[in-house]
């Protein structure tokens, strides 16, 4: 039996679905068949290569309404955080490229405009699809055009400051429809029994039926007709305030639908249908179950919100998020002041215990880090310690508040920057690529780069004691025993900024000057090139900032012979480690007869065009080293 013919079999509706226009094709009853199958085909295909599944279950049905009802690439689809575009991938011709999900050359885990005319605007990060979704939509009204655009976002975005500052800006007369998908947290009031019934005789066909044939008979009485419907429009709007309470999206002058059941495909195609008609800026307010169709994932959808590869063993290790997040509990205790801050991320930056052990002195601000840095500001110059903890990549949405309420006041803020570095999964959306140039020019704030989780300790329990702002970037993952043999076996004290595989002085061939996880890959060059006979050693970085004492370090280890200085990073070039160790070191003399060379990501998000692992994709493997300094 051929691949093909297995997979007809098993999903005999989910084969047939190439494009859009074959799901609108299907009939209505075979539908939840449909769904079913999905769900089976995500269960089996993300637990196996990873992926994020528990938010994708519970947009089966919608993803299916919507393609249902609209016509992309004409009309616009948006869905925040994009990480729940998968039932979207499939239906727009991409089911047979799914394995390679997330992986190098493969298909993103996200929209992505250059993969498929379909997805019309990347969102890798939270909050920013109503923004993007409103431009379209009045591009669309600037050039005459008649798509509709779709934004779809969870109530996790909808804690993002960036989805309240769009909708303060929506016009009615829009082609706009907004289907705000509520799977967590209760946005909408505890409506009780009566209004729950007038909820769902809303979503019913009769009801919109009624409606407009009333609308319609009512307007074309003479003299009293449409004084009439503006009469009954106004008492419906009392009524209806009566029993929900006052509608926010209402009260900004938007039609709104719902709430219904996000999991029952026919109501919601009801409602996109009612909205399209409308002919004006819609809110449709869904229900959904995240992880819906998979127990496992209903009772814990955090856990399989974002998974890793079956293949993938769970190191035993405690991760530097875990390490982080446990090593900040114990301080806590013996000091009042700390506080733990992050942006609705406690599980991935590992502060899940701190929020236990401590929860008057833990806040998770929802999706908003920019407010979350200011807070902290203002936490730190009333006697607090803050910490807070966010992801390198989403940092990047609060430098301002970074250099104008932190920095600017000589604030003690501490930011542990998580996933730091190249992140191959999740690809350039998230890569950790930037925090190092942009931190390296706010003044007096200091750069520690622990790489190992003792190290990590130690950074914590002197960053709290600083009086300036400061950071502390780490990798995703565990620490590797090849590090620990190599640069802390001696006993030599843990506030170093420099630690090296080679003595003080010793003549060499090539130095290594490098940081984080990307030097095992430097140690492992050295020996490479230990058996052509070219001598190499590693100047491991604990802290980058300030350059000027790290640098004095580093002048002090380096061999007085003519010999290669070859710097090492995760990062863009410019404004990045070796650009700023090299401009601090030029006044020693020991670099007189150096020939310095960069290794780097330059003038580049860090996209893989290739299947093969990140690190080589951008010459930062081993082999790409010795090749660098062998030129």
Known sequence: MTDEKKFSDQYPRLSQLN?????????????????????????ERVTENGGHLASNLGVVELSLAIHRVFSTPHDHVIFDVGHQAYIHKLITGRRDRFDTLRQGGGISGFPKRTE??????????????????????????????????VCVFGDGAYTGGMIHEALNNCRKNLRLIIVLNENEMSISKNIGRFAKELSHIRASKGYFRTKNAT?????????????????????KMALKAALYGSNYFENLGLYYLGPVNGNDEEAVELLLRQAKESGQSCVIHLKTKKGKGYA??????????????????????????????????????????????????????????????HPARFFDVGIAEEHAVTFAAGLAANGCRPVVALYSTFLQRAYDNILHDVALQDLPVVFCIDRAGLNAADGATHHGIFDVAFLSEVPKLEIYTPIT???????????????????????????????????????RPKDIRVRASFESGTALDAVIITHGR????????????????????????????????????????LPQNEATVLYLEEEIRAGGMGMMLSDALKSYDVMQNKQQKFIALDGHFGIQDKHEPILSSFGMDAASIVNKIKE
């Open 19 to 43: 494009n859009p226009e074959d799901l609108k094709a299907l009939p209505e009853e075979e539908l939840p068949a449909l769904a079913t199958e999905i769900r089976k085909f995500l269960v």
């Open 116 to 149: 498929s005319e379909h997805d019309c605007f990347g969102t890798g990060h939270s909050s920013t699809s109503l923004s993007a979704a409103l431009g379209f939509a009045e591009a669309d009204r600037i050039s005459g055009s008649d798509a509709y655009t």
């Open 215 to 235: 609308s319609s008979i009512l307007r074309h009485i003479p003299l009293i007709g449409k004084p009439l419907v503006r009469g009954l429009v106004r008492f």
């Open 296 to 357: 496992p994932a209903e009772a814990t959808p955090t856990v399989y919100h974002g998974m890793s590869p079956a293949a993938k063993a769970k190191s035993s290790q405690m991760t530097f998020s875990e390490t982080m997040g446990e090593t900040l509990t114990e301080m806590a205790v013996h000091d009042q002041r700390i506080c733990a801050i992050t942006a609705a991320m406690a599980e991935g930056t590992g502060l899940t215990r701190f929020r236990a052990v």
């Open 453 to 491: 989780r003792d190290a990590l300790k130690n950074a914590l329990k002197v960053a709290v004691t600083r009086n300036v702002p400061v950071a502390i970037r780490y990798p995703n993952g565990c620490e590797d025993e090849r590090i620990i043999s190599t640069f802390y076996g001696d006993g």
């Open 518 to 557: 990307v030097s095992i890959e430097a140690l492992k060059a050295c020996e490479m090139l230990a058996k052509e006979g070219i001598t190499a050693g590693v100047l491991l970085l604990e802290q980058l900032k300030p350059y000027e004492k790290v640098a004095a370090e580093i002048a002090a280890y």
